[in-house]
C-alpha cells in the first residue's frame, strides 16, 4: 500500500468548526498572521493552521467567520474531494500558492481530528516510529548584514546549526565570519522566488564566494543562468530545490536530478500530495528535509512530526518557532528535538 492509502479510508465525522487568529512580530521584520482551524465532532478537535503569508487574506477569513459548509461523515479520501469542490475564499487570494497553503490546513485538521476519533496516533497508523529531529535555524542577516543574528543565538545554543540567506550585500569578511562558526549546514539563494520580500537575483559573484566557503553545505534554489551555472557546474550535487516544489511533477522537472529536496508539507497542499511526494522520492533515492512557513502553532509541531517519520536525521528546516522571535529566549529545546507525539492525533508535544 502507498502511505496515502494508510490514511485514505480513516473515517472522520464533523460537526462544525471554528477561526483562531494568531500573530507575532518575526525576525524578518514582518508581521506574521496565520489561522488555526479548529474541527470539532463527536466530542473531539482537530487543528491545523492555514500559514497564508499575506495578512488581508487572513482578515477577510477570520471576518466572515466558518461559512464552509464542512459537517458530515467523511473518509479521510472523500473529505478531501469534498474540501477540493467548495471555495475556500470569499476573495481571489493574493497569490495562487496561498489556496494550497489554506488545503492544507484543512486536511491537517480532519487528519488530527480523525486520529483523534480513533485514539490513534499518525506514526502508528502509519507503521512508522517517531525518531528525533534535527533542525536549523533559517535566517537572514538584516540589510546592512551583521553577524550578530547567529552570534546571538550561538551565544546560547553553541551546537545550534543555520540556514542562511546570502545576498550581494554578503562581503568576503562577513562570509569569512560566518565560516569561522562552522555552523551553516545550509545557503538559500532564494533565486527562484519572484515579487516576493527576499527576492535575490542572479548573482554569480555572491554565489562563487559562497559555495567556495561552505564546501560542505546545501545550495538551495540557485537562479541558474549562464553565469551562475559555471559557478555552479562542480557543485551541483549539492544542490536542494524548495520554492518549486508543489509536487511530484516539479521534482521531475527539476533542471537536474535531484539528490534533496525540501518538502513544505503546505505548499504540496494536500495529505495525498504530499505523501504520495514522500513515496516518490523514496522510490526514486531522493532525500527530503522539511521547511517551515513561519507557523505560529499548531502547524509547527506538525511538520516536526512529518520530519521525525520521514526525515528526522536531515538539516530540517522546522526549528522551534521561537527561534525565529526577535529576542531568543535561553530556555529553548535543542537539536535534536526529542520525539513528543500527543497520544493520539495528529500533534508534536
Known amino acids: 500500500m502507498s502511505t496515502w492509502e494508510l490514511l485514505a479510508e480513516l473515517p472522520v465525522e464533523i460537526e462544525d468548526y471554528v477561526l483562531q487568529g494568531l500573530r507575532a512580530e518575526v525576525s524578518s521584520d514582518f508581521e506574521r498572521k496565520s489561522t488555526l482551524i479548529h474541527l470539532r ?12 503569508y499575506d495578512a488581508v487574506d487572513h482578515e477577510i477569513m477570520q471576518a466572515a467567520g466558518p461559512t464552509l459548509a464542512l459537517s458530515g461523515r467523511f473518509t479521510l479520501a472523500s473529505f478531501s474531494e469534498h474540501l477540493a469542490g467548495l471555495s475556500l475564499f470569499a476573495e481571489p487570494p493574493q497569490r495562487d500558492v496561498s489556496a ?15 486520529l483523534r476519533q480513533a485514539g490513534k496516533t499518525l506514526h502508528a497508523a502509519l ?17 546592512p548584514p551583521t553577524l550578530a543574528p547567529v552570534i546571538r543565538r550561538l551565544a546560547l545554543y553553541p551546537g545550534l546549526r543555520f540556514k542562511l540567506d546570502p545576498t550581494s ?20 539563494f532564494k533565486g527562484l522566488y519572484v515579487d516576493s520580500i527576499v527576492d535575490q537575483p542572479a548573482d554569480p559573484v555572491l554565489y562563487e564566494r559562497v559555495v567556495q566557503a561552505f564546501p560542505e553545505a546545501w545550495i538551495e534554489d540557485p537562479k541558474l543562468t549562464p553565469e551562475t551555472d559555471a559557478v555552479l ?10 520554492a518549486p516544489i508543489h509536487s511530484i511533477a ?12 525540501n518538502i513544505k508539507p503546505s505548499r504540496l497542499g494536500g495529505l495525498r500530495s504530499l505523501l504520495d511526494a514522500y513515496d516518490y522520492c523514496a522510490a526514486n533515492g531522493i532525500g527530503n528535509y522539511g521547511g517551515g512557513q513561519f507557523e505560529l ?27 525565529n522571535l526577535p529576542d531568543t529566549a535561553a530556555d529553548l529545546p535543542s537539536s535534536p528535538l526529542a520525539p513528543s507525539p500527543s497520544p493520539a492525533g495528529f500533534r508534536w508535544g
Do not use: C, K
Not at 562581503?171 to 545550509?186: F, H, K, N, P, Q
Open 100 to 114: 494550497r497553503y489554506r488545503t492544507w490546513a484543512y486536511e491537517s485538521a480532519a487528519l488530527d481530528l480523525a
Open 41 to 52: 465532532g463527536a466530542g473531539r478537535q482537530g487543528v491545523g493552521e492555514d500559514v497564508t
Open 169 to 188: 550585500s554578503w562581503d568576503e569578511a562577513l562570509i569569512a565570519e560566518l565560516r569561522a562558526t562552522g555552523a551553516v549546514d545550509s545557503v538559500d
Open 297 to 323: 502553532g499548531v502547524g509547527r509541531g506538525q511538520i516536526q512530526y512529518l520530519a521525525s517519520l520521514f526525515h528526522g536525521d536531515a538539516p530540517n528546516d522546522v526549528a522551534p518557532s521561537a527561534y
Open 250 to 261: 516539479d521534482i521531475q522537472e527539476l533542471p537536474y536530478p535531484p539528490r534533496m529536496v
Open 233 to 242: 557546474a562542480d557543485h551541483r550535487e549539492r544542490f536542494s530545490w524548495d
Open 127 to 143: 507503521g512508522r516510529e517517531a525518531l528525533p529531529v534535527r533542525f536549523v535555524v533559517s535566517l537572514r542577516l538584516g540589510e
